[in-house]
Nanobody, 124 residues
Framework: QVQLVESGGGLVQAGGSLRLSCATS????????MGWFRQAPGKEREFVAA????????TYADSVKGRFTISRNNAKNMLYLQMTSLEPQDTAVYYC?????????????????WGQGTQVTVTS
């Protein structure tokens, strides 16, 4: 089992920044993919960003490219999402996810473990 706990969400004005964190614990894979997803009220969960744990390859949704940065600290077993130039449409619950594979994917159904989520609200 892998446990994931997100933190860092909150209320911010448009144009502002937030950094989300995801603490990981439990079983670890030799190499695996970590991702951030988000879900707004009444909408499906959507991919935001992903990173391989060892290879450091990153992938972003077009809607956040250039504004969000995914990173990780292997020594601390932490995953981060730095969000800048936030917009009201970024408002959602943000989830950290782990996939027991080295293959990056944007499909939520292919991730094996999920955190409980952290709320991000961007006001105009």
């Amino acid at each position: 089992q892998v446990q994931l706990v997100e933190s860092g969400g909150g209320l911010v004005q448009a144009g502002g920044s937030l950094r989300l964190s995801c603490a990981t614990s439990g079983r670890t894979f030799g190499d695996y993919v970590m991702g951030w997803f988000r879900q707004a009220p009444g909408k499906e969960r959507e991919f935001v960003a992903a990173i391989t744990w060892i290879g450091r390859m990153t992938t972003y949704a077009d809607s956040v490219k250039g504004r969000f940065t995914i990173s990780r600290n292997n020594a601390k077993n932490m995953l981060y999402l730095q969000m800048t130039s936030l917009e009201p449409q970024d408002t959602a619950v943000y989830y950290c996810a782990a996939r027991g594979s080295i293959v990056v994917t944007t499909q939520a159904r292919l991730y094996d473990y999920w955190g409980q989520g952290t709320q991000v609200t961007v006001t105009s």
